[in-house]
């Protein structure tokens, strides 16, 4: 039985790959769509053999977004002679920002990952944007962009430091990076690139380590950090990373994304995606300051069956690149 759910697992999982593969390889915009849906049909039956409580509301909601949107996006250029060009846009962009979860159709991102495992919740907010990100390629629009992914920043950091599951915490997180990373792809498809690479190396190191020790709520984090230094230094410098904190690696991607737009004299965008994600540092300086606190309060340490290796590559960003 074992056997059989991972080779179930394992098939889909490669027809999810393949996938991706198909649509960066694509030179059509109606290759991209097809890819589109073999990954949506790809990733629901993951869902569904989740074996969680919500994994059956989790699947349907998935189901019925991206069918919705793609719906959306299908029906858009087919109707491109009736439709001009401004409506078009609206349309397209409307659909692939409801693919992305990003707002303000964010919400079922957030109440999915609620319901489904780590392992899963790094998909959705990693592998999942690629598609989604490829065909937005095609319609660039600076300002809309620009406008939408302020507006994702503020929604985050006024709803995000409510929280206190750790899965809304991920998915808000998830939102924010995803603004400044199509504001980067805007500016430069290899800054992008790279942003998204150490975007998805932060968030497997987050989810992998939740996942090993079971930590689900923020109020988890008090007596789960007592248990081990080693688990106390490796969270701390993962969720310190997310952040953006120097010398950390995500503080690299933040920026060179800032630099690009100060030099494309984007002085009000800078100073506002300054300014909130100021505010958006308290959802990762909760976490990491309950690990100071308990290496300063707790000196005695309890042995734990699963312990995580320290995510080393997160520790220190290659500022020398820079120089060069």
């Known amino acids: 039985m074992k056997n059989s759910f991972y080779m179930q697992s394992g098939l889909f999982f490669f027809s999810l790959m393949s996938s991706i593969i198909i649509c960066l390889s694509s030179n059509s915009f109606l290759s991209m769509w097809m890819s589109m849906e073999i990954n949506l049909f790809s990733m629901i039956p993951l869902i569904s053999i989740n074996q969680k409580i919500f994994s059956e509301k989790s699947t349907m909601m998935y189901f019925l977004i991206q069918g919705i949107s ?19 846009l609206i349309f397209i962009f409307m659909a692939i920002f409801m693919k992305l979860g990003l707002s303000p159709f964010h919400f079922w991102m957030i109440s999915m990952i609620e319901g489904i495992k780590w392992n899963l919740a790094f998909i959705i907010m990693t592998v999942q944007k690629i598609i989604p990100i490829c065909i937005l390629m095609f319609f660039i629009h600076q300002k809309m962009i620009i406008f939408m992914c302020l507006m994702n920043s503020m929604i985050v950091a006024l709803s995000g430091v409510t929280m206190y599951s750790m899965r809304k915490l991920m998915g808000f997180s998830s939102i924010n990076h995803l603004s400044l990373m199509l504001i980067s792809m805007i500016l430069s498809k290899k800054i992008f690139k790279m942003y998204f690479l150490i975007y998805s190396l932060m968030t497997l190191s987050a989810t992998k380590s939740m996942q090993l020790m079971n930590m689900n709520f923020l109020s988890q984090t008090m007596t789960i950090f007592k248990m081990s230094k080693i688990n106390n230094l490796n969270n701390l410098i993962i969720f310190l990373s997310m952040a953006g904190i120097p010398p950390f690696l995500g503080f690299m991607p933040k920026m060179i994304t800032i630099m690009l737009m100060m030099k494309s004299n984007m002085i009000f965008s800078v100073l506002v995606i300054l300014l909130l994600n100021t505010i958006t540092t308290f959802l990762y300086l909760r976490i990491s300051l ?10 005695k340490t309890f042995k734990v069956k699963k312990k995580t290796k320290l995510p080393l590559y997160l520790l220190f960003s290659p500022l020398y690149l820079l120089m060069s």
């Open 290 to 299: 309950n690990n100071i606190l308990m290496n300063l309060n707790f000196k």
């Open 70 to 88: 793609s719906s959306i996006i299908i029906i858009t250029i087919i109707s491109n002679i009736k439709l001009t060009k401004s409506i078009m």
